[in-house]
């Protein structure tokens, strides 16, 4: 089993930044490829960005392209993921998953997910 728990979450003005982390327990996570996924009220969950097992590959949904970047530390467990040039349209609780296949693009395709940790981009 693999425990994923999310930070770095809270309230920021459009145009700032924010880092996410995922920290993960129970397994290593350099044994799976990751995933960020968001889900804003009203809305399908959409996917934002993953990531391959060594961090060598990284994939990003349009709408952030350019703005968000995935990255991993397999030595300390844990995945990130830097927000940049924040806009109100990104406001969605975050989340973050686990898979053997990669890239991990659909929710549905994960392993293990994380509970989440709210996004708020004023403008």
């Known amino acids: 089993q693999v425990q994923l728990v999310e930070s770095g979450g809270g309230l920021v003005q459009a145009g700032g930044s924010l880092r996410l982390s995922c920290a993960a327990s129970?397994?290593?996570?350099?044994?799976?490829?990751m995933g960020w996924f968001r889900q804003a009220p009203g809305k399908e969950r959409e996917f934002v960005a993953a990531i391959n097992r060594s961090g060598s590959r990284t994939y990003y949904a349009d709408s952030v392209k350019g703005r968000f970047t995935i990255s991993r530390d397999n030595a300390k467990n844990t995945v990130y993921l830097q927000m940049n040039s924040l806009r109100p349209e990104d406001t969605a609780v975050y989340s973050c998953?686990?898979?053997?296949?990669?890239?991990?693009?659909?929710?549905?395709?994960?392993?293990?997910w994380g509970q989440g940790t709210q996004v708020t981009v004023s403008s």
């Open positions: 129970g397994r290593t996570l350099s044994g799976y490829a």
């Open positions: 998953a686990a898979a053997l296949t990669s890239p991990l693009q659909r929710w549905n395709e994960a392993d293990y």
